[in-house]
């Protein structure tokens, strides 16, 4: 089969790797029908160091089941199935408190063996754990949304629920890529009604605002935190929404939280310290967030797309066939593209 290898900076190439197969009883094959880039992918690509061996990338698909394990139940050949971005038994105590992250028989894709999201079929550890079947055909209008919930809409919702968003908290997102737009979708879901999404990119911005954001800061840094300072009053908002994961980014946080308010980071973050002292704690700031457990999430956030109520699928602007990935690498690279959809 066709997959897609990183071999480092600026360097993926899509070859033939060994086909999967059934390896423990718990298992499944899974034939990919939709895959995607994330954010968290341009982050080895602009600096993993050469190697000689190319390492499978990808932790984002949904696909039609091929075969089962013996131990596999509640699935068969031929259902669609969603892949949260990280696989989990769903049954362990850490699942059981809805933290399948850190699930003690879970992992990551692409990793360990395991096969990634941008090729043409993975071998699905914990699969019934973690495959969630999709009540549509492969062929849906609705796969692009559906897709989202293996990662970046769920990203976005945790960022907002860890944050503590409410109909009576003010929100910003800091970060106009996808997961900072799902979060600005998610903050609208759960009901806010003034939220000031921080981004410099216009069409991102526009469908912020189809999404739900009230007011734009375009400015960056001291300047950015002046603009939304102005705009509440100087006091600044209830709930930040990091989506970014740089240090400038975080110290904007600190910039526009109000007192006694609550910061929560999703974006990957790209610094080891955190400037998080007394001037803070004399402010009683909060600081929460983490990777988002996204198999907690679906169950809830599944019947709004089914049904229409939201459209996270918009945040694809670009969709490339799996020997064009490469192509979808450099664009969102360069800004050139949001998110890039695959279909192998």
Not at 131 to 144: F, G, I, R, T, Y
Not at 177 to 205: D, F, N, P, W, Y
Not at 212 to 232: H, M, N, Q, W
Request: proline residues 5%; charged residues 25%; hydrophobic residues 35%.
């Amino acid at each position: 089969m066709r997959a897609t290898l990183i071999y480092g900076a600026g360097d993926v190439r899509v070859e033939d790797v060994p086909d999967p197969r059934i390896q423990q009883p718990t298992d499944a094959i899974v034939r990919v029908v939709r895959s995607c880039i994330c954010g968290s992918d341009l982050w080895p690509y602009g600096s993993r160091p050469t190697t000689e061996h190319g390492d499978r990338i990808g932790h984002e698909f949904l696909g039609v089941v091929e075969e089962t394990g013996s131990d596999v139940s509640g699935l068969k050949t031929g259902d669609l199935v969603l892949a949260p971005f990280m696989y989990s038994d769903n049954s362990c105590d850490f699942c059981q408190e809805g933290l399948q992250t850190s699930c003690r028989h879970g992992g990551f894709w692409a990793a360990d063996g395991v096969d990634g999201g941008q090729g043409e079929i993975v071998r699905a550890p914990q699969a019934q754990g973690t495959l969630v079947k999709l009540p549509v055909a492969e062929d849906s209008a609705l796969l692009p949304s559906l897709l989202t919930l293996s990662d970046v809409f769920c990203t976005g919702h945790h960022c907002a629920v860890t944050a503590g968003v409410t109909p009576r908290t003010t929100v910003t997102v800091i970060g106009d890529g996808a997961v900072g737009l799902s979060a600005v979708l998610a903050a609208k879901r759960l009901g806010a009604e003034r939220i000031i999404l921080m981004g410099r990119h216009q069409s991102r911005t526009d469908l912020g605002r189809d999404f739900g954001a009230t007011d734009v800061v375009s400015e960056r840094g001291e300047e950015g935190v002046e603009r939304l300072r102005e705009l509440t009053g100087g006091d600044g908002t209830h709930t930040v929404l990091e989506c970014v994961g740089t240090l400038p980014a975080f110290e904007m946080a600190l910039g526009v939280v109000r007192a006694g308010g609550t910061i929560s980071r999703v974006g990957a973050p790209q610094y080891e310290q955190v400037p998080f002292g007394f001037q803070e704690f004399l402010r009683n700031l909060t600081l929460t967030g983490g990777v988002a457990p996204a198999r907690a999430y679906i169950e809830e956030l599944l019947p709004d797309v089914l049904e229409g109520r939201i459209e996270p699928g918009r945040v694809f602007d670009r969709t490339v066939g799996l020997d064009e990935v490469p192509d979808g690498y450099r664009a969102m690279a360069d800004r050139s593209a949001l998110k890039v959809l695959v279909q192998p």
